[in-house]
């Protein structure tokens, strides 16, 4: 009789067990697919799932560190706790291939519930002057940025300019961000200009990153030769982080 009862204590804790760990797993897959209430979501990046459909659907490549096949961000991890960390209002991004890093600083202003980002790219592709393109494939110039944008609704958080760098400054000279992305223009003329344009619109304390500042050589067989890591290297040590992978690319922030 003893045993019996122990036995059926055991099965009923067992039971309990199982049940705990079904509902939970239920109540964790509404989270990543966002469909419980907003308040009590958590980041969706946590399922490798989503992490894939943002590198395949953003085109997230080996340059930023992301791995398709592990749901790994890389780089796109960096600018997303910086920016839910210090929870910038204003956020520029200028060049991206397939709009990787600017979804993920909408994606964190989104789970923020805070933020807006200027995404400048006028959508050179390979049809462009050699020396322009930068590996960028026309999408901006001809595709649907509006739809590209609405997956996770990031449109709401994320405004695309189709134009260059040179061009948005001369439209908004005086507008003042937290948080610069540039990967745009990466030749040594191109990120200088980009650098003296956009210093002076960051806020103290602000954050300038810059992509590929170790790259060298030029970009696929193109004319366009790399000269941001000649730039990075002339600038003051002064609040300066470098992370100096992938070979091929690498990340640089700096602190204003
Ligand atoms: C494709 S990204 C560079 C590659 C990137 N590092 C990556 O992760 O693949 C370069 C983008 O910068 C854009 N671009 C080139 N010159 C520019 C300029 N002067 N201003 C703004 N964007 C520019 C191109 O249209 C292209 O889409």
Partial sequence: ??????FRKQAIRLHLFWLYNFFKNIRETLIDWRLTEKKRQGSILFSRRISRLLINHFIGDQSQLADDRKGFLGFGLIHYSLIRNLKPQRILCVGSKGGFI??????ACQD??????????PGFGPEDPQDKFWGGT???GKGDVKKHFSLFDLGKRIKHHQMTSSEFKKAYPKKIYDYIYLDGDHSYQGIKRDYQSFWPQLKKGGLMILHDIVAKGFYEN???EYGVYRFWQELSEKNKITFPFPKNSGLGILQK
């Fill in 1 to 6: 009789m003893k045993d019996f009862v122990f």
């Fill in 138 to 140: 026309g999408f901006w």
């Fill in 102 to 107: 600017p979804a993920l600083c909408a994606l």
């Fill in 112 to 121: 923020n519930d805070f933020g807006q980002v200027d995404f400048v790219d």
């Fill in 222 to 224: 193109s004319q366009c």
